[in-house]
Structures are given as C-alpha cells and as structure tokens.
C-alpha cells in the first residue's frame, strides 16, 4: 500500500495567515493526488483534484501543487471558515490511501 | 445537482453482518464517468477507504477488509449498498458513500459525498 503522510498534524494559525501543508507518498503517485476539507461532524468535502485542479465553487485561496511524492496544499488568506481538518489522498493505485489529517486551529 | 445519502442500521452486534445502502438522486448511476465507493471514519480518526463499484457492478475492495466485503450495485433503483460481516468493534464508524470521478482529469478525485452514517458495533 501507497503511504501518505502529512505534516504538520496540527497547525494554529490566525485569519488573514497563510498556510502550507505538506503531504509525502510513500512512493511515486504522479498528480494522482486529492485534496480534501472535513468540518467538524460533517463529510469531507472535496478541494484540489489531480494535485492542482482546484474543485467548482472552492475559492481561489486554496491552491494545491506537486508531482510524484511531494505536495502541498496552500491557503493564501485565512478565512474563519477554513478552520478545519484537511486531508490529503492518492488515487494512483489500490488501496486508495489517505493522509493521517492536518488540524487547522484558530490561533 | 446529484446527492447521496446512506441509510442502514445505525447498531450491529458482533459477528453479525453490517448493511448499508447509498441512495443516488439528481442524476443517473449508469455513467461511465463515475465509480461509486464507500469510505469510513472511526470516531476521532482518518479516513479509510473501502471499496468502490462501477455501475457495470465490477467491484475494487481494500485488501484490508476483502475477505469480510461486498459491494453491490442495482442502477434499477439508482443505490449501492455495502455489507460487511463478522464485524467487531473496529468496525465502528461513520460510513460514507462517494462518488469518484474517472479518467485523466480528475484522476479519482471522489467530488461528491453522502453525509454520512454512524455505525456502532456493540452488544
């Protein structure tokens, strides 16, 4: 299995801050990598496809980069609703695995 | 627009079998752009994918639960359902069904999500 790890897990941050975080395949996945924003109690929702592609009705403030086993995920302009927990996952090949989560807390 | 929802039991007793059905409306399952998949969510943790199904009914399972899996497709009724047996309590969690964009663009990306349904194994 393809192994996808995160980092930070947690980040504390404050509106208006930018954020990366940084998620790393265990090996070579192409762009074949998602992006997803989960809410407390609610269903992930979907950011960034094939690493960059950025989902209708996402903002512009969120930009995914990357390519074979290193990405990033981008949040120019902290937005109070953007505190969440994001997780990032492959689609290269079965099982399809993800991240381990970035909580994003209110500094 | 197309929405998911799931629905099943939301209590299972060890050893027994654990049934979900996804319901899909607003647009048709018999797509070929599209594969229909279950993830879950322990509570407090990650996500972990379980399987998916084409509307062709040809199935991909995480090898992690194939043995005790199966993924059912009726495009009839528009619905993919999930059992899964001899459950324990690690298979207490909130069960999503999603839907998985195909092909070059999206690359699997899966777009759109049911709300979720909390399963509990316990006696």
């Known amino acids: 299995d393809i192994q996808m790890t995160q980092s930070p897990s947690s980040v504390s941050a404050s509106v208006g801050d930018r954020v990366t975080i940084t998620c790393r395949a265990s090996?070579?996945?192409?762009?074949?990598l998602a992006w997803y924003q989960q809410r407390p109690g609610k269903a992930p929702k979907l950011l960034i496809y094939a690493s960059s592609g950025l989902q209708s009705g996402v903002p512009s403030r969120f930009t995914g980069s990357g390519s074979g086993t290193d990405f990033t995920l981008t949040i120019s302009s902290l937005q109070p609703e953007d505190f969440a927990t994001y997780y990032c996952q492959q689609a290269y090949s079965f099982p399809y695995t993800f991240g381990q989560g970035t909580k994003l807390e209110i500094k | 627009q197309v929405q998911l929802q799931e629905s099943g039991p939301g209590l299972v007793k060890p050893s027994e079998a654990l049934s979900l059905t996804c319901t899909v409306s607003g647009g048709s399952m018999s797509t070929s752009s599209y594969y229909w998949g279950w993830i879950r969510q322990p509570p407090g943790k990650g996500l972990e994918w379980i399987g998916s199904?084409?509307?062709?009914?040809?199935?991909y399972y995480n090898p992690s639960l194939k043995s005790r899996l199966t993924i059912s497709v009726d495009t009839s009724t528009n619905q993919f359902s999930l059992r899964v047996t001899s459950v324990t309590a690690a298979d207490t969690a909130v069960y999503y069904c999603a839907r998985r964009r195909s092909g070059t663009s999206y690359k699997n990306a899966f777009d759109i999500w049911g709300q979720g349904t909390m399963v509990t194994v316990s006696s």
């Open positions: 199904i084409y509307y062709s009914g040809s199935t």
């Open positions: 090996q070579g996945i192409a762009s074949w």
